[in-house]
Nanobody, 122 residues
Framework: VQLAESGGGLVQAGGSLRLSCTAS????????MGWYRQSPGKQRELVAE????????DYADSVKGRFTISRDNAKNTIYLQMNSLKPEDTAVYYC????????????????WGQGTQVTVSS
């Protein structure tokens, strides 16, 4: 699985950005996709994710009500609409895809994009 991201940039506080991530390769094996972010000196954290089957979503508390994750299955693409951006949202955002497989124990493979910088100025 390969992931290609786009859409980062510089925006003023209160503004909006939209990130996109397109998966290629053995995409039928993907269980879920999502976005993580990492800022200097901090651990990478989950921002939002969406499952491939039911399309259920999950968000970090810090972005609930401001960010929306969506997917276009036909294009193997997910989006992250980020509104009301704050300076603390500044980070490198990474697209993530998860493949779960069983033998019969459950195993997890994570795939990552190259990251895209989001900078929110105050």
């Amino acid at each position: 699985v390969q992931l290609a991201e786009s859409g980062g940039g510089l925006v003023q506080a209160g503004g909006s950005l939209r990130l996109s991530c397109t998966a290629s390769g053995t995409t039928f094996t993907i269980s879920s996709m999502g976005w993580y972010r990492q800022s200097p000196g901090k651990q990478r954290e989950l921002v939002a994710e969406v499952t491939s089957g039911s399309g259920s979503t999950d968000y970090a508390d810090s972005v609930k009500g401001r960010f929306t994750i969506s997917r276009d299955n036909a294009k193997n693409t997910i989006y992250l609409q980020m509104n009301s951006l704050k300076p603390e949202d500044t980070a490198v955002y990474y697209c993530n895809a998860v493949r779960l497989w069983f033998d019969p124990e459950i195993h997890r493979d994570d795939y990552w994009g190259q990251g895209t910088q989001v900078t929110v100025s105050s």
